[in-house]
């Protein structure tokens, strides 16, 4: 997992970059455009995006957001509710939950206090709407403004340049064209818009323009777990919730306040041609911006902020900006090509998905913070994000070599040091180490909750980006960036696990939530996939310290040398690993135990084998996991795991069943279809689906070494695929 010397890994890159440069370049801009998105009509519950990974904007097939309001988020725009009734401030930080008794020491944990400020804490702070930006039709004799509908266009047809992240749409409106071309900035959160019709400007037979573009700004709070399609709400009734401000502006420029409970934003306008800017109505929230000046063309920026710009760039330089932005991603980082020599008619499909996940995680997923499961399409959990979903959320970047992407995001681990130290010796009372949070925001505070206290396979995931980090910079600088967080996160794995005098080993919980959450916490020991990511983990700190050349902690080797062994039973013909020890004898037929993330199969699959894992009954578990397990229920990640696993157990023919599993579905943009689980999108399943085909197409660390160097796929059936593979790095 480690190389002995930082040159064992540079010589391994310069063998890949001999061969890969030996083989015929990958056509990736044909391979790119070849999936550019097209509609004709609305997706009434997804958007086409334009963003940069902290911004995004969400459009209909106006290529804005004229008929449906979809969001304009971002990972900054938050904002905190007004306190609930007879309570203040005080008691938010005075707020404790219940103690557990874990081994004969109470442990508080943040759940069970009160009610009202419980609910506060976790639905605060909620991200928020920044505003929409759509077409305004106005009648040309009277200027009022028009109820047009969707339908009342025609020839409509839109796409997306996934080469240069530029939207556009053409339509017809009354025997006139109508173009509009979106595009994000890369560096700021803004986007410029372009209008080019005869409607813009009046004409002998029209008195007035016919054509602007309208802002409008809903009120957003924490009343709705999920907010799916649509975040915020604009109805007149709540108009008095919040407030809006016309502030100083020219012909030029302008600028408007949104201020809601105490959280202020800022949209600054910009254009080179003249314009005026209007507010429909005293007490709405929707202003009408209309061309000054007789032309057939509006180019506007719109930028959103908490501080008000001093300047805006140009929207020539903004979309030019996307344009190098875009290009340097499609051409610098990892690549997959499945579609030039394969004969499998799957191949297109999962390509399909591949190029339009790799644009929509660089859209929505690739900020400052880590992502929240919808990214930057809607809000679920409030638009916070969960730490143990980060891994499917984020370490696919390390595979596809878009570092850059990842470093923006996996400093959280610093970040959060002090709280997740604080939580664990404070708080919690153990006596080393930091306890990584579950559901949480920028601030690192952890979400009540039962389950965001109890769960624990987020533990081990900063031991994997760190590792994953060091094989590709190999040095000193970074093997001491993430020494703090991996001492921290390898000593809370060390105190939490419980020395069994009777049994002579270390146990894990009770109480504990296992990854599929759907098993009783009291009673919960010694889960078989949380033990094999412990053992997992602790060899992962103890190689970096060892790599620093300093001493490992005597306490890590002790826990993980006697870490109670896997779980197993026989189920009447063989014998299989267990969801945690003790489980009741008939759980394969008892709904309560199958219907959720089958982790099982993440012990050889996800993980690399762990010591005292038997390779024979993990894939008699999986094959069992196969034949029993209710997978109309499960999530988008799960089924990329699978795949993994099946990939390692050989059964390549099989991985590619479950990436393109009927219940694993991403819809005509590329958006992963939530299920019966949660509203679409769900993007861990496009993370997982990214990591997994990765991993397959380049190899894993055990994967063979000679079919890797004959340009062979270890993961890849070997009939009806030919897989060409650039810029990947193997899985651990």
Request: glycine residues 6%; hydrophobic residues 40%.
């Amino acid at each position: 997992m480690f190389p002995t010397e930082p040159n064992t890994i540079c010589c391994l890159f310069l063998l890949c970059s001999i061969f890969l440069t030996s083989n015929a370049a990958i056509d990736r801009h044909s391979l790119v455009t070849r999936y550019n998105p097209t509609r004709n009509a609305s997706n009434p519950t997804t958007p086409m995006q334009v963003g940069n990974g902290n911004f995004a904007f969400g459009a209909d097939v106006t290529s804005l957001q004229t008929f449906l309001p979809f969001a304009t988020m971002s990972s900054w725009g938050w904002k905190n509710d007004s306190l609930p009734p007879n309570r203040t401030i005080e008691d938010v930080y005075n707020y404790k939950g219940e103690s557990w008794y874990n081994h004969g020491r109470l442990v508080q944990y943040d759940f069970g206090g009160d009610p009202e400020i419980e609910q506060w804490l976790t639905a605060n702070p909620n991200r928020v709407n920044l505003g929409i930006v759509g077409l305004v039709f106005l009648d040309a004799q009277t200027g009022l403004i028009q109820n047009v509908l969707e339908s009342d266009l025609s020839d409509v047809h839109q796409t997306l340049d996934l080469w240069t992240g530029i939207m556009s749409s053409e339509f017809t409106y009354e025997d006139t064209t109508i173009n509009v071309t979106t595009t994000s900035a890369q560096d700021i959160s803004a986007i410029t818009v372009t209008v080019t019709s005869p409607h813009l400007f009046p004409n002998t037979s029209n008195a007035f323009t016919r054509l602007g573009i309208f802002l409008d700004f809903p009120w957003g709070d924490g009343s709705q777990k999920f907010s799916a399609p649509f975040v915020g709400n604009f109805s007149s009734a709540l108009f008095n919730n919040h407030t809006t401000t016309l502030l100083d502006h020219n012909e030029f420029q302008a600028q408007i306040k949104h201020q809601m409970v105490d959280a202020i934003f800022y949209t600054a306008v910009e254009s080179s041609t003249k314009f005026d800017i209007t507010r429909d109505s005293p007490i709405a929230h929707r202003y009408t911006i209309l061309p000054h000046s007789d032309t057939n063309s509006l180019s506007l920026v719109i930028s959103y902020n908490s501080i008000l710009p001093s300047s805006l760039p140009s929207s020539a330089s903004l979309v030019q900006s996307s344009i190098a932005t875009w290009e340097s991603y499609w051409m610098d980082g990892g690549f997959i090509d499945l579609i030039t020599g394969s004969t499998d008619s799957r191949a297109d499909e999962l390509q399909r998905r591949i190029i339009l996940s790799r644009y929509l995680m660089r859209v929505n997923e690739a900020g400052e913070d880590p992502p929240q499961e919808s990214g930057l399409v809607n809000d679920g959990w409030y638009g916070k994000f969960h730490m143990e979903e980060y891994f499917w959320h984020s370490a696919h970047w390390a595979l596809w070599s878009n570092w850059d992407l990842l470093r923006r995001s996996s400093n959280v681990y610093t970040s959060f040091l002090p709280t997740s130290l604080s939580r664990s010796q404070i708080q919690q009372g153990w006596s080393s180490g930091a306890r990584w949070p579950k559901m949480t925001d920028p601030s690192g505070r952890s979400s009540p909750g039962e389950i965001n206290n109890l769960l624990i396979w987020e533990q081990p995931h900063p031991l994997v980006f760190a590792t994953y980090e060091y094989r590709a910079f190999p040095s000193l600088s970074t093997l001491e960036k993430w020494k703090d967080v991996v001492k921290a996160t390898a000593d809370w794995m060390a105190v939490f696990a419980w020395s069994n005098a009777s049994t002579r080993v270390y146990d894990l919980g009770p109480p504990l939530y296992v990854v599929s959450e759907d098993t009783s916490p009291n009673v919960t020991v010694n889960p078989a996939f949380e033990l094999a990511y412990w053992r997992f983990g602790f060899g992962l700190a103890e190689a970096w310290f060892n790599e620093l050349r300093e001493e490992v902690p005597r306490d890590w080797t002790t826990v993980k040398n006697n870490l109670a062994p896997l779980p197993i039973q026989n189920n009447g013909t063989s014998t299989v690993y267990t969801v945690y020890e003790g489980i009741e004898p008939d759980f394969w037929t008892d709904p309560a135990y199958i219907n959720d993330h089958p982790s099982l199969v993440g012990l050889h699959g996800w993980l690399p084998p762990t010591e005292g894992l038997d390779l024979g009954i993990a894939k008699v578990t999986m094959e069992e996991v196969w034949a029993r397990w209710n997978f109309s229920n499960c999530w988008g990640w799960d089924f990329p795991m699978l795949a993994m696993s099946a990939a390692r157990n050989n059964d390549t023919e099989k991985a590619i069943e479950w990436l393109l599993h009927p219940l694993f579905q991403f819809d005509d943009v590329g958006m992963p279809i939530g299920g019966v689980r949660v509203p679409t999108p769900y993007f861990p399943g496009s993370g997982a689906l990214l990591y997994a085909t990765a991993m397959m197409a380049q190899g894993w660390d055990e994967s063979d070494e000679k079919e890797r160097e004959g340009g062979k796929a270890p993961g890849f059936p070997r009939t009806g695929w030919d897989v060409s593979v650039e810029g990947l790095s193997m899985a651990l």
